[in-house]
């Protein structure tokens, strides 16, 4: 081709036909640009593939880290309602003896222990690094990207960090307190039984634990709400079938099986909140607290016994934990003050 160029330049020049030579150079020119943005295209074309992959394959890597974050929230909040349900019995002094001193770790030891959770975050740095690469498609997932690793991971850390250093208040208390030798050799004195069966101080502490794990429960809810709304995004994005489902269990089943649906009265509570009869129903797989005066409130499935819900007006957290017994009760706290029992009328 370059051969065939050169021999049509020479022939036009040695023709003297100085205007064909003319039109002859500038379409050759011609050629040469087009051959030049064709070229910049094609590389540009190939830029774009590569950038794309890369920015699948980062959020993808996203996605795993997501699925960690959720899984660990999970196990967080699996500790929080066990501490929670025990706190509870404890600062309304529904432990006997027995059950207080037998094993620590289900009584006033909690107070001594932290929830810990701690997100991942690899792939967003890394989809960070590239994001000069990143296609503008992409624009509103980096937005909301920036969100739950900004704020919404930061409450997190810092929930954690104040938990932390109650719990290492609470054991500084504890371990200036003589008797508390005797009951790191495994026997509890009658002074340590004391303190934390009738003394205020240790209420007191309980309390603040009980703030703590509340506040450490909203930003990991929060947060994990967040990840997997995320993690769906992304998935509808790139088009692929890789969904997490809401984080607690359908209670599609159990609320049949178990008979728990249906009208109860008020056994036992300390708070007017509550009223005198409530009805428990079920819709969309959810179970709801109707109550006259006050409105629904809606609880998912979380164990065998237990529904669990956060009210969001207030971010006040309440749970309904069923009894084993034959009779169909069960108790409701909300937040740290307020507790009722109902038991459920006869069919």
Not at 97 to 114: A, C, H, L, N, Q
Not at 213 to 230: G, H, P, Q
Not at 324 to 336: D, L, M, P, T, V
Request: charged share 30%; glycine share 4%; aromatic share 12%.
């Amino acid at each position: 081709m370059i051969k065939l160029f050169r021999n049509t330049r020479r022939k036009l020049l040695s023709e003297n036909k100085f205007s064909k030579y003319l039109a002859y150079a500038i379409g050759e020119i011609f050629l040469v640009v087009v051959g030049i943005l064709i070229a910049l295209w094609i590389n540009s074309k190939n830029q774009e593939r590569i950038n794309e992959a890369k920015a699948v394959n980062l959020l993808k890597e996203i996605q795993k880290d997501l699925k960690k974050d959720v899984k660990g929230a999970n196990e967080a909040i699996n500790t929080f309602v066990t501490y929670d349900s025990i706190a509870k019995l404890l600062l309304w002094d529904k432990l006997t003896t027995d059950e207080m001193f037998t094993d620590e770790t289900k009584s006033y030891g909690i107070v001594y222990r932290p929830i810990s959770f701690k997100s991942s975050e690899n792939g967003y740095v890394n989809f960070k690094r590239n994001l000069n690469n990143i296609p503008t498609k992409y624009n509103s997932i980096s937005n909301k990207l920036k969100d739950l690793y900004g704020l919404l991971r930061v409450g997190v850390e810092t929930e954690s960090e104040v938990l932390t250093s109650t719990v290492l208040e609470n054991l500084d208390k504890v371990n200036s307190l003589d008797w508390n030798v005797a009951s790191e050799k495994g026997f509890m004195p009658e002074e340590g039984k004391n303190y934390y069966m009738r003394e205020l101080e240790f209420k007191k502490q309980l309390l603040r634990y009980m703030q703590c794990i509340e506040n450490f429960f909203v930003t990991t809810e929060s947060y994990k709400l967040k990840a997997i709304d995320m993690h769906n995004k992304i998935s509808k994005i790139l088009n692929t079938n890789d969904y997490i489902t809401y984080q607690f269990k359908s209670s599609r089943n159990s609320l049949h099986e178990k008979n728990i649906l249906g009208k109860y009265i008020l056994k036992e509570t300390v708070e007017p909140l509550f009223a005198k009869t409530i009805e428990l129903r079920k819709v969309d797989n959810k179970l709801q607290f109707l109550v006259e005066g006050y409105g629904i409130f809606e609880f998912y499935k979380y164990d065998k016994n237990t529904f669990l819900g956060m009210m969001q007006h207030n971010k006040m957290i309440s749970n309904i934990r069923f009894n084993k017994s034959k009779n169909i009760e069960f108790h409701i706290s909300a937040g740290k003050r307020a507790y009722a029992y109902y038991t459920k009328v006869s069919d």
